[in-house]
């Protein structure tokens, strides 16, 4: 009579294990909600809802599926706001530098708008090139080296 012992390991992820992006995403989303519901555990003030934000539309991008589209429909409100107006076709990366700095500069009472800009911002960071997407990738590298990939 013999006995075979089958071990399975299942290694997804070297530190959160079979996360995936779509999870990394819903939990980022999770947390910018829990923040401007006025969560007791999270506060956010605008540097922290624009953070969150850039986060979630970066994961979301990487994500694909419906995070893409979504993500990508709240980026063309500033797009076409910024782009269509008196200063001609500025380009993506004008747009991720004036959506960056209408996020991070204003006085905002609600934290809803930077939260908003700063998903616009991590979906157009992507699109956009350059020293943008140099960020934009380096945060995919660290989600993946997290076990989101």
Same mark, same amino acid.
């Given at each position: 009579?013999?006995?075979?012992?089958?071990?399975?390991?299942? +290694?997804? =992820?070297?530190? *959160? =294990?079979?996360?995936?992006?779509?999870?990394?995403?819903?939990?980022? =989303? %999770?947390?910018?909600?829990?923040? *401007?519901?006025? #969560?007791?555990?999270?506060?956010?003030?605008?540097? @922290?809802?624009?953070?969150? !934000?850039?986060?979630?539309?970066?994961?979301? $991008?990487?994500? $694909?599926?419906?995070?893409? #589209?979504?993500? #990508? /429909? &709240?980026?063309? &409100?500033?797009?076409?706001?910024?782009?269509?107006?008196?200063? $001609?076709?500025? /380009?993506? /990366? !004008?747009? +991720?530098?004036?959506?960056?700095?209408?996020?991070?500069?204003?006085?905002?009472? +609600?934290? &809803?708008?930077?939260? *908003?800009?700063?998903? #616009?911002?991590?979906?157009?960071? $992507?699109?956009?090139? !350059?020293?943008?997407? %140099? /960020?934009?990738?380096? &945060?995919? @590298?660290?989600?993946?080296?997290? =076990? +989101?990939?």
């Amino acid at each position: 009579m013999s006995t075979e012992i089958t071990t399975v390991v299942i +290694a997804a =992820g070297p530190i *959160l =294990g079979s996360v995936g992006m779509s999870g990394l995403t819903v939990t980022t =989303g %999770i947390a910018l909600l829990a923040g *401007l519901r006025g #969560s007791d555990r999270l506060k956010l003030d605008r540097d @922290k809802a624009g953070y969150f !934000g850039i986060a979630l539309g970066t994961f979301a $991008g990487a994500a $694909g599926d419906l995070w893409a #589209s979504v993500t #990508s /429909g &709240v980026a063309e &409100v500033p797009t076409s706001l910024i782009q269509g107006t008196v200063g $001609g076709n500025i /380009g993506l /990366g !004008g747009v +991720a530098l004036a959506t960056t700095a209408t996020c991070f500069l204003f006085k905002w009472k +609600a934290m &809803v708008w930077p939260a *908003l800009l700063g998903i #616009s911002a991590g979906v157009i960071y $992507g699109q956009a090139g !350059g020293i943008w997407a %140099i /960020g934009h990738n380096l &945060v995919i @590298k660290l989600a993946s080296a997290v =076990g +989101a990939m």
